[in-house]
């Protein structure tokens, strides 16, 4: 018996054990299964014993290529099941590139024209295509990193079509074009979804507007950043404080507050509608009536006269001590005495032209035209000029007398008075021509482009002039005629 015993047991313990090979469950992956082990162990004991086993991961890829000319899989790594890969190059294109913020400062805007690549977190300008120029792909003239970045559609920011704007997490704006409107849709559309993609890896990356505790809007897409809600409150813009995003820098927002422009408009429409009238401060002495530049029936109205005072004081003194100067009217005097001449008409002091400063007859003379040329509203008034002009073309003289004798009376009283006693003066300045040497021509000269012009500038400007001269050489030789004048 117990050589039986020990050939029986030499002889299992020969013969390997038959395990038999799990079956598969069919539960849920993840549930706990029963591995029995083989009755046929010495000693035919039964075992059973329990373990953890993984859940089957359905890999459904295909399998991975040890060959050198298939696809490169050497930067896939499979963790947790994410799939990292380096950001490539998805389009580039031509586009109009403006910058027109950086770091919230604001920039000139320029346009110009980039070529412009968009990677999977980056949109890259440069100012040729690479491979035209023979630049390297490092060689880019901006970098802009979509992270946290915004973008929208703009019409404020540009007169041209189809811009929008791109906003990054620093601060920086870009305006960007393209004259097709599915091209700059189509780029839109790509950057969005860049940004989204390059976002939600990071986590999301939350925005401030400069000088406000209010986030930037983003995209419905971004987890955690949608609209706000009705509830938040929105601060007031005046009393708004700049907030540290990084705590190395400040996030700037360059666009325009229209909250601040109201405020100044505001300040300035109070300031116009407090600011007192013309008639406040002529009363308090602060704003007094000039002579020089002033309408000659507002002077003549105010001096209780029809012709100004001052130009019968320079008439008076060219009579007494310049009828027989060569070349007076024609000759001009020293600018900056006839600047102080005027400053003391415009201020309402004692004028005596027989003051030894004033000795320069020319001076009296210059300041004369001068007071003409900066009337409003010349001697001839504007609606004068073009009847005037067609007068002066009839070829009968008598004809032409009669019509231009006409038009002078319909004129306002200050200017009829006014040229009634300049022309009469000059008539007289010419009875003294061959030692002042002045002409009928050459007085036309002088006072035609200063008693007369249009209102616009309208036709040929040296065929007026030649209109201006002939009108005031006319009423010169005709003026007795003319004014009913009795010359002794």
């Not at 899989?73 to 994410?82: F, L, P, R, T, Y």
């Not at 109205?301 to 027989?324: N, S, W, Y």
């Amino acid at each position: 018996m117990a050589g039986t015993r020990i050939t029986n047991l030499q002889s299992a313990a020969k013969q390997p054990p038959v395990i038999q090979p799990p079956q598969r469950s069919t539960m849920v992956q993840g549930a706990v299964q029963m591995r029995i082990k083989s009755s046929q162990s010495s000693g035919d004991r039964l075992s059973q014993s329990k373990s953890m086993v993984l859940p089957e991961v359905d890999l459904s890829q295909k399998p991975i290529s040890r060959h050198r000319r298939n696809q490169s899989q050497h930067n896939v790594v499979i963790a947790g099941a994410a799939v990292f890969e380096p950001p490539v190059e998805l389009k580039g294109e031509h586009l109009n590139v403006a910058k027109i913020s950086e770091s919230g400062k604001k920039q000139r805007k320029n346009w110009t024209l980039m070529w412009t690549v968009l990677t999977s977190d980056q949109l890259l300008f440069y100012k040729d295509r690479p491979q035209e120029t023979g630049m390297k792909p490092g060689s880019k003239t901006d970098v802009v990193q979509l992270c946290g970045a915004i973008t929208r559609w703009t019409t404020e920011k540009s007169s041209k079509k189809n811009v929008f704007q791109l906003t990054t997490n620093t601060g920086s704006e870009y305006l960007l074009q393209a004259d097709g409107y599915s091209t700059a849709s189509k780029w839109y559309d790509d950057i969005r979804k860049a940004i989204d993609s390059s976002t939600k890896v990071d986590g999301g990356f939350p925005l401030r507007r400069s000088s406000s505790t209010e986030y930037l809007p983003r995209h419905s897409s971004l987890p955690g950043y949608g609209s706000a809600p009705p509830t938040t409150k929105q601060h007031n813009p005046v009393h708004r404080r700049s907030i540290n995003m990084f705590s190395s820098s400040k996030l700037k927002h360059s666009t325009s507050d229209s909250a601040d422009k109201n405020g100044v408009r505001n300040r300035l429409k109070k300031f116009i509608t407090r600011r007192p009238s013309m008639k406040t401060l002529q009363e308090k002495g602060l704003i007094k009536d000039r002579v020089f530049g002033c309408h000659l029936s507002t002077l003549c109205k105010r001096e209780g006269t029809t012709v100004p005072k001052f130009v019968q004081i320079c008439l008076d003194a060219v009579e007494k001590r310049g009828l027989e100067v060569d070349g007076i009217y024609r000759v001009s005097g020293n600018l900056a005495t006839i600047q102080k001449l005027r400053f003391i008409v415009d201020e309402e002091e004692d004028l005596h032209l027989d003051h030894s400063q004033w000795e320069d007859i020319h001076v009296v003379t210059g300041a004369l035209k001068m007071f003409f040329r900066e009337l409003p509203e010349p001697l001839f008034p504007f609606r004068f000029f073009q009847p005037f002009v067609e007068a002066i073309k009839i070829k009968e003289s008598k004809h032409k007398i009669q019509v231009v004798k006409k038009l002078i009376v319909e004129l306002p009283k200050p200017n009829q008075d006014t040229m009634k006693l300049l022309f009469s003066h000059l008539h007289r300045v010419l009875g003294f021509s061959r030692k002042n040497l002045m002409s009928t021509q050459g007085l036309g000269i002088v006072f035609g482009p200063t008693l007369m012009w249009p209102e616009l500038d309208i036709g040929n400007l040296a065929i007026n002039m030649v209109y201006q001269n002939q009108i005031v050489e006319f009423i010169l030789m005709e003026c007795q005629e003319i004014f009913n004048l009795d010359m002794k």
